[in-house]
């Protein structure tokens, strides 16, 4: 069999290479060009000049939608960086015959619009070595949805498909990608470039839906079951009332130029503030074999087992209000597994300074279950696989045990990558199809929480995710600094009030977000700053954990462009403030490189020496997170890594123990941190969090200690 798999044979279009000294919280003076040139026409050139794209020029042409006032063709006429996915004639013929079209002039401009935005990205040019290895594009296309992607080949000429064993003993196999289910990229036209972009022939105008997620599920016999109680419980008519913030107006606001310790960083304003949410639907055969689950009846009596509550015939109409209420069993079964905010497979964790061999990607979700968390992991580690039956390198799991600590009565609910037939992302949200349901019971509490949750800033946040801000996805990646220009790969960002739900920030502080890159004293690459010309002063939320005694950690990296900051946990003061400064760091903390120095590893004097520093408060940075010393190539192949536990001199990557403190589950936790001293420059970095509960912590002598990864 002739089959290759991933690998192009074809030239790419270009490439670049970038070197830089390691930084943190930093983007140089100047970007390096990040995308193609050429000398010659425009990407509204090349189509309205190759009569094989004649029609759909004519429907870019046609693209009308009067609440975005933009003509598309003037648009991909200027500078910048598009990709176009073009559908040839033969394609637009296709789909004007199924759609009962006689000509493009028959379409209604705003179908118009929608066809031509979703064959469009705005901001970067892909090449089709970027499709490999991934189900979606990192990036939305200007009719704000993810492309997914499925890798495929062509064979006899004009024929393709999705499908290995079709092409068994055939010749001539030329890998390719089909996106949304519904086109291919034609080898052999692929990586056409113009000025301004990257043109990827497509032999099908790619499907859209602007359905609503619950619209989309509700289309599939395969999750009615579920579906039917999302309706019952009202979640249904929740999501589909909620589309986007129209209030949200970033024009009111201007870019920020804001000093960040050694330059000036560019920071934009989103352009949307879209509502999202991930679904993870338990197919109707598996409720029913591996719960006995087999109407709403059932479905209600198992999360009752779950989580208590009074029993109900749900078939009463006079009940349906108790249905409804948020602390019904079946309510609360339902919303822990969706997300607020809409993670595409790839997006819901990332690599980025993660040592993957070490530790499994993990990262802690808020649900619409109100005060809970569900954790996802991305099954990395090889000692780890093969402790559940569905294990499978690189997938997804819904609140995995701690492996790390022994914790094996939970292998976790198996999340599905593709839903095979079906369209799966929609206006607000995208779902998928698992192996189970996960629940906030107490077995979970045991067995899932009963570890270190450490969770980057991103994720507290769900409006993030929801509107594309983080362009990081699974790879570690050269991303090109932000120079005031936001068509950039991964621009910066400031929200003022009212952008990011339960934030407060003082009237003069900034909040802004400095986009991931791999060469980052920054835990997955970003980080968030706050800065004002006087005091700053912020509050947000605290993930929900399950009750008991915890340390709360701040992951940052120390220096000198820092300022001392006093720390509040539901508005009380906790402790001193705290010196977020490198001034005489290892005098005051005891810091020293965990891995090498005049220590020698797992020795006593090693061990009572970290202890000796933890007494005073200060944890060093995880060994299984680094940043490259320099960028290298796109994946930091060529660069050498810089492990957390060892940053130290110009800058001293750690965590400080804010507080030890008592939580509760039926409480919303606050966090505040307030500037005490420092110039009108300086900047609170925060990176991550550690909720890390006094059974991990305390553990000394008998027992498993907690780890350093």
């Given at each position: ?56 020029a ?131 036209l ?12 497509i ?20 999750i ?74 059932t ?11 009074e029993?109900l ?35 819901l ?11 499994n ?8 279950d ?8 991305r ?57 189970g ?22 994720y ?73 010309a ?55 903390t ?5 891995t ?92 991550y ?21």
């Open positions: 069999m002739k089959v290759l798999k991933n690998i192009y044979m074809w030239l790419a279009v270009g490439c670049l290479s970038v070197v830089g000294l390691s930084t943190t919280s930093c983007k140089d003076d100047i970007a390096a060009e990040s995308y193609f040139t050429f000398t010659g026409e425009m990407m509204s050139d090349y189509l309205q000049s190759h009569s094989e794209y004649s029609e759909f004519e429907i870019i042409n046609r693209a009308k939608n009067s609440q975005r006032g933009v003509n598309l063709m003037d648009l991909i006429s200027t500078y910048g960086q598009y990709t176009c996915f073009a559908p040839n004639n033969d394609a637009v013929d296709a789909f004007l015959k199924e759609n009962g079209y006689a000509s493009v002039s028959d379409i209604p401009a705003d179908i118009c619009d929608t066809i031509a935005r979703t064959h469009l990205v705005s901001g970067r040019m892909y090449n089709t070595t970027d499709f490999a290895g991934t189900t979606s594009l990192p990036s939305v296309n200007m009719n704000e949805r993810y492309l997914q992607i499925q890798e495929a080949f062509q064979y006899d000429e004009n024929k393709y498909t999705t499908d290995t064993l079709e092409v068994e003993g055939k010749e001539d196999i030329k890998p390719t990608h089909r996106f949304n289910r519904s086109g291919y990229v034609i080898p052999e692929a990586n056409d470039s113009v000025e301004n972009g990257i043109i990827q022939p032999n099908a105008v790619l499907s859209s839906s602007n359905a609503t997620v619950v619209d989309l599920m509700e289309e599939n016999d395969n009615s079951l579920f579906c039917q109680a999302m309706d019952a419980v009202g979640i249904s008519q929740y999501i589909k009332g909620r589309i986007k913030d129209a209030k949200w107006n970033p024009d009111k606001y201007e870019v920020q130029h804001v000093y960040t310790g050694s330059q000036i960083d560019y920071c934009h304003l989103p352009d949307t503030k879209n509502y999202g949410y991930t679904v993870f639907a338990c197919p109707t055969d598996v409720l029913q074999s591996k719960y006995g689950i087999t109407d709403l009846q479905f209600y009596d198992y999360a009752k087992s779950i989580y208590g509550g029993d015939d749900v078939n009463d109409p006079a009940n349906a209000d108790k249905l409804k209420d948020w602390r019904s069993p079946l309510r609360r079964l339902i919303g822990y597994n969706i997300l607020n905010c809409k993670g595409l497979y790839d997006n964790t990332t690599i980025c300074t993660i040592e993957t061999t070490l530790v990607p993990t990262e802690w979700y808020s649900t619409l109100s005060l809970t968390t569900i954790k996802i992991d099954l990395t580690v090889s000692r780890y696989i093969g402790k559940g039956e569905n294990d499978k390198r690189n997938d997804l799991y819904l609140n995995r045990g701690d492996m790390s600590r022994g914790y094996f009565s939970l292998p976790g609910v198996h999340v599905e990558r593709e839903v095979e037939g079906y369209t799966n992302e929609g206006l607000n949200g995208v779902y998928y199809l698992t192996d349901l996960a629940d906030f019971g107490e077995v979970t509490k045991r067995d899932v929480f009963n570890t270190r949750l450490r969770t980057d800033l991103y507290l946040f769900p409006e993030l995710m929801t509107n594309n801000i983080r362009d990081g996805r699974t790879n570690n990646k050269i991303a090109d600094s932000d120079n005031g220009d936001k068509t950039v790969t991964s621009p910066n960002y400031w929200f003022p009030n009212g952008y990011l739900d339960n934030v407060k920030v003082n009237d003069d502080g900034v909040f802004l977000f400095q986009s991931q890159h791999n060469t980052y004293w920054s835990y997955q690459g970003d980080e968030f700053n706050l800065t004002s006087t005091n700053y002063d912020i509050t947000f939320n605290l993930p929900s954990v399950p009750s008991g005694t915890y340390q709360i950690r701040l992951g940052f990296c120390a220096m000198g462009s820092r300022g001392i900051c006093q720390f509040y946990l539901d508005g009380e003061s906790q402790g001193i403030p705290f010196d977020m400064r490198n001034t005489n760091f290892v005098d005051r005891g810091w020293f490189a965990l090498n120095g005049s220590y020698t590893t797992n020795t006593e004097e090693w061990e009572q020496a970290k202890k000796n520093m933890h007494n005073l408060g200060w944890y060093h940075g995880p060994r299984s997170v680094f940043n490259f010393t320099t960028e290298g190539t796109k994946d930091g192949a060529n660069a050498a890594k810089s492990y957390f536990c060892n940053n130290g001199g110009g800058g001293y990557t750690v965590r400080y123990v804010l507080c030890t403190a008592t939580l509760d589950e039926n409480k919303q936790h606050t966090i505040r941190i307030r500037k005490v001293w420092g110039d009108e420059n300086c900047v609170a970095m925060l990176d969090i550690e909720l890390v509960p006094k059974s991990v912590y305390g553990v000394e002598g008998e027992g498993k200690a907690e780890d350093d990864y």
